[in-house]
């Protein structure tokens, strides 16, 4: 029976290898997109396929991280997100801020709220709230029940994870690893960040920090900061590359 069983697993194992290798051979694979939550036909091979394409896109020069002035009352450290603009703000104190440039809630999935920042993990796992499974069950869409953390995580290098009241609220402000959806309305209400800008950020902000956020409507923004201009005009290699 055990010689039967070795056979049997070989056959499989060999079934498994033989479908890998004609997967690598296809033109195009499927690939998970958790920016829109499908699949996807990507070019797995052509040095100028899609997927590569897809790898290479940033975001716009304006979503870039940049120093700006601001005047607002909120202390030092506060984080400012306006979901109608699409910007995460690290008041610095001084009348400057941080600007990130971040990807927020899709239609329908935008909010707006005062919390707190109730922890910090580095390279998060991934948990998808149950509403959501029960959301993409019903699209024909099957999300993982749990997903490690690593470069290929949707919550990218960082979490900085927001409680109200001393709960956790189910948002989080996160990398991902998907920066050409920085700018853009795609998210379920997370605040997404470029890996590069959430780690910039994680390593300035401690637990307990004040987050503001904004609703898509921008409606109250004027009663808790104005952004006033650029620190500096920026020189030419930070026009061509950002930061």
Not at 31 to 56: C, H, I
Not at 110 to 123: D, F, I, Q, V, Y
Not at 157 to 162: E, F, I, P
Not at 171 to 200: A, K, L, Y
Request: with cysteine.
């Amino acid at each position: 029976m055990k010689s039967l069983n070795r056979f049997v697993l070989g056959l499989a194992a060999a079934g498994m290898v033989g479908a890998l290798a004609s997967e690598a051979s296809a033109e195009t694979v499927r690939r998970y997109n958790y920016a829109t939550f499908s699949w996807e036909q990507v070019d797995a091979n052509a040095p100028s396929g899609q997927l590569r394409k897809m790898l290479a896109r940033k975001p716009a020069p304006e979503f870039m991280r940049r120093e700006v002035r601001i005047q607002t009352s909120e202390k030092p450290g506060t984080i400012i997100v306006d979901s109608s603009k699409r910007y995460l703000y690290f008041v610095e104190g001084n009348g400057m801020a941080t600007r990130y440039g971040v990807g927020v809630g899709r239609e329908g999935f935008g909010w707006s709220g005062t919390m707190k920042l109730g922890r910090k993990a580095e390279w998060p796992g991934w948990t998808p709230p149950a509403t959501m499974v029960r959301r993409e069950r019903a699209k024909g869409r099957e999300l993982p029940a749990y997903m490690k953390g690593g470069p290929g995580n949707p919550l990218g290098a960082r979490a900085m994870y927001l409680y109200r009241g001393g709960r956790d609220s189910m948002f989080r402000i996160h990398g991902t690893n998907q920066p050409w959806t920085i700018g853009h309305m795609m998210s379920s209400g997370c605040i997404r960040m470029m890996n590069e800008d959430v780690e910039h950020l994680y390593s300035r902000v401690p637990v307990g920090s004040k987050v503001i956020v904004i609703g898509p409507d921008g409606r109250g923004a004027n009663k808790v900061y104005a952004e006033t201009g650029p620190a500096r005009q920026p020189g030419l290699l930070q026009a061509i590359f950002g930061g």
